[in-house]
């Protein structure tokens, strides 16, 4: 099974409302990192929050972690029809020199 | 412009023939990755290199090959020993490691004629 699960798989919102996506994991990590893709396209990084933080903020994004229940949520508030994208949370697993990805959450906002 | 390249967008693969994609950055990033992405999923890990000449096996390196002779390129090659190789390749480079940002190429398609 996977390192990395997101939840829901899929989200469909209303412009101007907020958008939650959870991520869990099951081994310790040393950072925890949030990527968004748009359809047929490479990954852009959207924010990275290391294992000794509990929430980190850029513009509309809120991510959280939560160690002691292996999980992280992404917010996205006042969403925008350009938020449209699939979101992948990857964990850096300690002693593992590499990232492990989700399957994500392919989010859809509505004009 | 500093980046990370990949080419081609799409590549056409016949039964038998092994294909190379390239991968190119000039962020003098000494690591590089490579990914695939099969449709509705996430990235699986085919293999890494943290520095010129040396590389690992990642999740799913079987039946691909890999070389870093120069620090700004990382190519991969399919080969024919790969069965199932459609799907959405992805190269990234990072500082020096997988605790840092990863940035991503824009991809490429491999399809099987």
């Not at chain 2, 190519?75 to 490691?97: D, H, I």
């Amino acid at each position: 099974s996977q390192q990395g699960e997101e939840d829901p798989q899929a989200l469909s919102i209303q412009e101007g409302e907020n958008a939650t996506m959870n991520c869990s994991y099951k081994t310790s990590i040393n950072n925890l990192q949030w990527y968004r893709q748009n359809s047929g396209r490479g990954l852009v990084h959207l924010i990275l929050i290391r294992s000794n933080e509990r929430e980190k903020h850029s513009g509309r994004l809120r991510v959280t972690l939560d160690t002691s229940k292996k999980s992280s949520s992404l917010l996205i508030t006042a969403s925008r029809a350009a938020d449209t994208a699939s979101y992948f949370c990857a964990t850096e697993i300690q002693g593992a020199q590499k990232l492990v990805f989700g399957q994500g959450t392919r989010l859809t906002i509505n004009p | 412009d500093g980046g990370i390249t990949q080419s081609p967008k799409y590549l056409f693969r016949k039964e038998g023939q092994n294909v190379t994609l390239s991968c190119e950055q000039n962020l003098n990033h000494d690591a590089m990755y490579w990914y695939r992405q099969d449709p509705g999923q996430g990235l699986r890990l085919i293999y890494y290199s943290q520095i010129v000449n040396d590389f690992q096996k990642g999740d799913i390196a079987e039946g691909y090959s890999v070389s870093r002779e120069k620090k700004e390129s990382f190519p991969l090659t399919v080969t024919s020993a790969q069965k199932n190789p459609t799907a959405f390749y992805l190269c990234a480079s990072s500082e020096t490691g997988a605790r840092e940002t990863q940035y991503f190429g824009p991809g490429t398609r491999l399809l099987v004629l």
